[in-house]
C-alpha cells in the first residue's frame, strides 16, 4: 500500500528543507502507483516560490502586502521558514519551469524529472 502524500506538508517541508521528511516524500512521488498529480505539484512549487521570489527579495516589514502583493498571511509564514534565499527562488522556478515544459513536450519522463527537479532544488542555498 502506498502511504499517503499531503503536498501543502510536503511544500512546506521543501521550503524549510526537512530533508529527512521530503526525501521520504519523494519516494511516494517516485511511487507509479501513488496517483499523485506531479504537474499540479509542479505548478503549486513554482507559485510558492513566485511568492517567495517577491517576499525574499525585500527585508521584512509589517506593510509587506503592499510592496509585494502577496497578503501578509501567506508572506509571514514564508519569511519565518524560507530557507531559501531570494536568488535561489528564482532558480528553483526556472528548474520548475524547464521540468514542466520538458515533461509536455515529451523531453523528459514525469516521474525521473519531477524527482530530480525536487532534489536540485533541494540543493540550492
Not at 511544500?11 to 521530503?22: H, Q
Amino acid at each position: 500500500s502506498v502511504a499517503e502524500f499531503e503536498v501543502f506538508p510536503f511544500i512546506s517541508r521543501l521550503f524549510s528543507k526537512d530533508y529527512k521528511y521530503v526525501l521520504e516524500d519523494l519516494k511516494i512521488i517516485e511511487d507509479p502507483t501513488s496517483g499523485i498529480n506531479r504537474i499540479g505539484l509542479l505548478t503549486l512549487l513554482y507559485n510558492k516560490f513566485y511568492e517567495a521570489s517577491k517576499v525574499m527579495g525585500l527585508p521584512w516589514d509589517k506593510d509587506i502586502e503592499s510592496r509585494t502583493g502577496v497578503s501578509y498571511f501567506h508572506a509571514k509564514p514564508i519569511w519565518t521558514n524560507c530557507k531559501f534565499k531570494h536568488e535561489s527562488c528564482l532558480t528553483a522556478m526556472r528548474i520548475i519551469q524547464d521540468t514542466e515544459s520538458g515533461i509536455k513536450q515529451g523531453r523528459y519522463s514525469e516521474i525521473q524529472s519531477v524527482s530530480a527537479c525536487i532534489v536540485s532544488i533541494l540543493t540550492l542555498k
